[in-house]
């Protein structure tokens, strides 16, 4: 009797639970896998246990015939396609925080074999879940079920959470923000460690107020004659009141409103302005403002203009010097000139000149002239341009001495082609004497018939003149 207790002990297989750590909403996977399957059919049962409660999760007897429980049907399956492998691996669907505990896989194929695992779902959750900017919010970790040695750490938007942005509470699990503001929002990350396991779970936090900017502080930048929106949109639902915008022009003095043509009319969620053409004198500091449910909410915008200037005025063969000249050039950390051609299709090219915030041309030729673009950049990127013309500039100045060169030579011109028409003339004059005076008797001939037909000319002028007089 003894013999047949040792010989069952020992085929029954256990091991010790594996842990598995897992995000809530997920796809969890729990494995079972038989050693050394035979051909034939195993059969398997998947149990999760309560307690002293054990439900059956999934069942497959010998003969094929499977059976789901009732308690996570249908997320709860074990995919036909690994079974002759001997791979029975139980796949939860989006796993709830219910789902955790122990489960074990018993299979008997030659022998009874059970594996354990206990499944702990990770959840990250907020509350309230859209906070208003400026309330408090909670954001807490929860792992089901929870093990008392588990460590937990936080990253927000993927970098370690700094202390100073939240207050902890009586554990790590849980963070509290004081004050909701836009640095709060994005990817809440909680990382749980169990040993050498680690899972992690992220939850979005969203804020109401201000959705566009979202920075507290934003920078623009527009070149001189361009058109800018400063975006000032609260989120859906909300209805700001007493709001408004304000600037601060050279950033010394207090802030003043907008002129009353920029500022919003009537209560709405979207409070951006437009203006049509930047001057160079708008740059500055604007505040946009409103109200909602007594809290004062608020952004700030840096307007940064930008212009080329010369030190003199652009001429051919001339040197010429171009300086990008920004309002504000805190966030600038390099500049790039690039001339701009175009082929006769019209093809654009760029081609970078120098990396300095002033160009300088030796000589201005017809080479440099078109378009010129400074380009400047920040920390974060390229910031903006601005386009510089030459091609407007450089042909009034090439239009003076060309159309003064122009008409002295259209007179020069002229005066000579008179001159060869007078010469001309004198020598066929001369030419018709000479002819003359060769032949005497011609000239007697040409004289008499000129007289004759004066004569006749005469003659009947007379005799017209008397057939008109009336008869007495």
């Not at 920078?219 to 001189?224: S, W």
């Not at 207090?254 to 203006?275: E, H, I």
């Not at 160009?359 to 390229?382: D, N, S």
């Not at 007289?451 to 009947?460: Q, T, Y």
Request: contains cysteine; charged residues 20%; positive net charge.
């Amino acid at each position: 009797m003894l013999l047949f207790i040792l010989i069952g002990a020992f085929s029954v297989a256990g091991a010790g639970s594996e842990e598995l750590l897992v995000e809530a909403g997920s796809l969890a996977v729990l494995p079972c896998t038989i050693k050394s399957p035979t051909k034939g059919s195993p059969s398997v049962q998947w149990v999760k246990i309560n307690g002293r409660d054990r439900n059956t999760v999934w069942r497959r007897e010998r003969s094929g015939m499977e059976f789901q429980g009732v308690e996570v049907a249908p997320r709860a399956r074990c995919p036909h396609s690994d079974f002759g492998k001997g791979v029975f691996n139980l796949h939860i669907e989006r796993v709830r925080a219910e789902d955790g505990g122990e489960y074990t896989c018993t299979t008997t194929d030659r022998r009874k074999e059970v594996q354990r695992h206990v499944l702990r779902v990770i959840q990250v959750s907020v509350s309230p879940a859209a906070p208003l900017e400026g309330s408090s919010v909670n954001v807490t970790c929860s792992v089901t079920p929870r093990p008392a040695e588990a460590t937990v750490s936080w990253k927000l938007n993927g970098s370690p959470l700094s202390l100073q942005q939240t207050r902890s509470t009586a554990n790590m699990e849980e963070r509290q923000i004081m004050s909701m503001s836009p640095r709060e929002t994005g990817q809440w990350t909680c990382t749980v460690r169990l040993g050498k396991k680690e899972g992690e779970a992220t939850q979005y936090l969203s804020m109401q107020g201000i959705s566009s900017p979202l920075a507290e502080v934003t920078q623009l930048y527009r070149a001189v004659g361009s058109p800018v929106v400063l975006p000032c949109v609260f989120s859906e639902g909300l209805t700001p009141q007493n709001a408004g915008w304000q600037r601060n022009l050279n950033g010394a003095g207090p802030f003043r409103p907008l002129p009353p043509t920029l500022q919003p009319s009537g209560p709405q969620r979207d409070l951006s302005v437009r203006m049509e053409r930047v001057e160079a004198g708008d740059g500055g500091t604007y505040r946009c403002f409103g109200e909602v449910a007594g809290r004062k909410l608020q952004r700030q915008l840096l307007l940064v203009t930008a212009q080329v200037r010369s030190s003199s005025p652009v001429k051919l063969n001339a040197p010429v010097s171009l300086t990008c000249e920004l309002s504000n050039g805190t966030g600038v950390t390099g500049y790039e000139w690039l001339q701009i051609t175009y082929d006769a299709n019209g093809t654009r090219t760029e081609t970078p000149k120098c990396q300095t915030k002033t160009l300088r041309i030796p000589k201005m030729t017809e080479q440099h002239t078109g378009e010129w673009v400074c380009r400047y950049r920040g920390e974060q990127g390229i910031l903006g341009n601005v386009t510089y013309s030459f091609q407007v500039m450089s042909h009034l100045e090439a239009e003076r001495p060309s159309s003064g060169k122009a008409g002295m030579v259209t007179g020069v011109g002229f005066l000579i082609v008179v001159l060869l028409l007078i010469v001309l003339q004198m020598y066929k004059n001369y030419r018709r004497r000479k002819m003359i005076l060769q032949y005497p008797a011609l000239e007697t001939i040409v004289h008499s018939a000129s007289n004759a037909r004066e004569g006749r000319e005469r003659e009947r002028m007379r005799e017209k003149a008397q057939g008109s007089q009336p008869q007495a």
